[in-house]
């Protein structure tokens, strides 16, 4: 497996192809913008690897103890971690539920202070209303998000199939024959023939 200098190196030279072949499919400075901030965030501080104490974790600051529960709940490169779509799905929920939480708390306070200009129904149309009018910003934050988690997730694959073809060659890359079980044998006690004595009385 790589480790997190060689995944930083990846993510930055990938980083003016990534950002040239969005711009060529968009043509918009904005959405290239996007994709690419969001490459190199899910590259640095957003990707697999804040499953177990690495370079993304620690890039998180003060902040790197809302990880801790994640971290916690998952195996190191589980399928909910490391997978296509569902890692970076997972990641966006659980820091997209924090964010919820911090901001239903600082909307508690703001009322109690007496700041009568935000409400509940106030918060929730705005967040509906961002939400429905940049769908494709937000799409293509996502995608810029997910390019970056899957480019650290593709070159652990990729070292770890080299190694694996070092060791056992072609086989390496075949996928691995299951194990026959192993019958397990009975020993069962030997019978003793015994032989039949004629109980016969004598004449």
Do not use: C
């Not at 190694?163 to 890359?173: A, D, M, T």
Request: no cysteine; proline share 3%; net charge positive.
């Amino acid at each position: 497996m790589p480790s997190g200098r060689t995944h930083d190196r990846i993510t930055l030279w990938a980083l003016p192809f990534v950002a040239g072949v969005t711009f060529v499919q968009t043509h918009s400075g904005n959405l290239t913008l996007l994709v690419a901030g969001g490459f190199m965030f899910g590259g640095l501080m957003f990707g697999p690897d804040l499953d177990i104490y690495s370079r993304q974790y620690q890039r998180w600051g003060l902040l790197r103890w809302i990880w801790i529960p994640y971290q916690k709940s998952l195996r190191h490169r589980s399928f909910l971690s490391h997978g296509p779509i569902i890692g970076t799905t997972l990641r966006v929920l659980y820091l997209g539920s924090i964010a919820v939480i911090v901001a239903i708390v600082g909307l508690a306070i703001a009322q109690k202070l007496g700041n009568r200009s935000w409400s509940w129904q106030v918060w929730s149309e705005t967040v509906g209303r961002s939400l429905t009018n940049h769908s494709t910003e937000f799409l293509a934050l996502f995608l810029g998000l997910e390019l970056g988690a899957m480019s650290h997730s593709l070159s652990d694959w990729s070292g770890s199939a080299y190694k694996r073809v070092q060791k056992q060659g072609i086989r390496g890359l075949l996928p691995r024959a299951k194990m026959k079980k192993r019958k397990r044998t009975t020993t069962q006690p030997r019978r003793t023939k015994t032989k039949r004595v004629s109980r016969g009385g004598k004449r």
